[in-house]
């Protein structure tokens, strides 16, 4: 096997280009075609390492679940033609099993996974004796133990070289992410496991083309090791994930340019300031969406209810009474007159709302001052 990349030494794989690991492929492999060109395609863009699903772990039933093993030679056959280190997820020890037959080089543990611990450790003990590196994606939910237990079994399997991604979160708050950064979880990952390299898998969190680059951007900034990136040559044709998908040039392009971002950003770049920012941020576009969805319950509720059967003043207290006691707890409110009461503009950073959004929020506040459940239910 001729191969530049050698992967028995992880700094040799992870650390690449300007010191980034860049991870690219399909979302899944679909053919020897499909694989072999988007991986020639992506050989100028300087990836570290090729990915490409063969098992998808998939929400609901019937639709594309992967070509199964047989993909794992068409995936290896690629690597072999353009001198790349090769991936791909394994959920079972069957799978596990099936890619170290097909020296498949790195494995993954995808986040559905993850979020399992008897899963995690049945292929770890599969792994008992095997010297390959494991990248271990974060659980599906805002669990940083989970993710911690993953790669403490994995490890304690005797694996040595073990990098986490970061994929992104699903919450019950609606985003417009499909799965939502927390940045907070993975920085305290790496504060935890200071040794643990962490990649960023922006395609998974922005579940479209759109927000690729300023997640990937983010990740850079954060100090993440990074990026795993979908990449399908015609990515319009996709069988899984077809929306979030960079053909090889877009990523190329992409990749270019986040690189030169964060070279020229770190230097003079406050990190933790930044990262507090990032923070305060994602707690904004959760209020407002809160506030929004609240917004629209109230419009409900005001529209079964009429004058006469309205809420019954007894009610209106008792909510009042609650929902103060909780601000209170929770010190947002003053205590009287050596500070005064926070209004719910004043705790959202002003970046985060434009001029008209400002004005409409301020006005809807001076409105649900009134005791009355009609302006509260305008705003
Ligand atoms: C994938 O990388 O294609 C995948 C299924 O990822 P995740 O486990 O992050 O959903
Ligand atoms: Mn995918």
């Known amino acids: ?41 992506l050989v100028p863009s300087d990836v570290t390492l090729l990915r490409g699903g063969i098992w998808k772990p998939r929400t609901r039933p019937g639709s594309f679940e992967g070509i199964g093993e047989r993909g794992l030679s068409w995936l290896k056959r690629a690597g072999r033609a353009t001198n790349l280190p090769v991936a791909t997820q394994v959920a079972t020890p069957a799978h596990v099993q099936q ?56 490890r304690r399997a005797g694996i040595k070289r073990v990098v986490a991604v970061h994929r992104g979160f699903s919450t019950h708050i609606r985003h417009k992410y499909r799965n939502r950064p927390l940045w907070n979880i993975p920085l305290e990952l790496r504060h935890r496991m200071p040794e643990i390299p962490i990649l960023c898998d922006p395609s998974h969190i922005s579940g479209t083309q759109l927000y690729i680059a300023s997640i990937a951007q983010a990740a850079l900034d954060v100090g993440l090791d990074g990026l795993m990136i979908e990449s399908h040559w015609h990515p319009e044709a996709a069988l899984s994930d077809p929306g979030q998908q960079l053909s090889p040039a877009q990523f190329g392009e992409l990749i270019g340019q986040v690189i030169r971002n964060s070279e020229s950003a770190v230097a003079s770049n406050d990190r933790e300031l930044g990262n507090l920012w990032r923070q305060v941020d994602e707690i904004d576009a959760d209020l407002i969406t809160l506030l929004s969805h609240r917004v629209s319950i109230l419009r409900q509720v005001e529209a079964s209810t009429s004058e006469e059967n309205g809420i019954s003043r007894k009610t209106w207290a008792s909510i009042c009474a609650t929902r103060l006691m909780a601000a209170t707890v929770r010190q947002l409110l003053g205590n009287g007159e050596s500070k005064p009461g926070l209004c719910v503009s004043d705790c959202l950073h002003r970046r985060t709302l434009s001029g008209e959004s400002r004005k409409l929020l301020l006005h809807s506040e001076t409105n649900s001052n009134s005791d009355s459940m009609t302006a509260e239910g305008t705003a």
């Open 1 to 41: 096997m001729t191969q530049s990349k050698e992967v028995d030494k992880f700094s040799h794989w992870l650390i690449h280009r300007a010191g980034k690991c860049l991870v690219a492929g399909p979302c899944s492999v679909e053919s020897e075609e499909q694989i072999l060109g988007t991986a020639k395609e």
């Open 99 to 154: 890619c170290l037959n097909a020296e498949i080089d790195v494995l993954w543990i995808g986040a559905r996974t993850t979020t399992s611990p008897i899963a995690v450790q049945e292929i770890a003990d599969s792994l008992a004796g095997v010297d390959i590196p494991v990248m271990i994606k974060n659980p599906m939910n805002p669990d940083l133990g989970l993710w911690i237990g993953a790669i403490e079994r994995v």
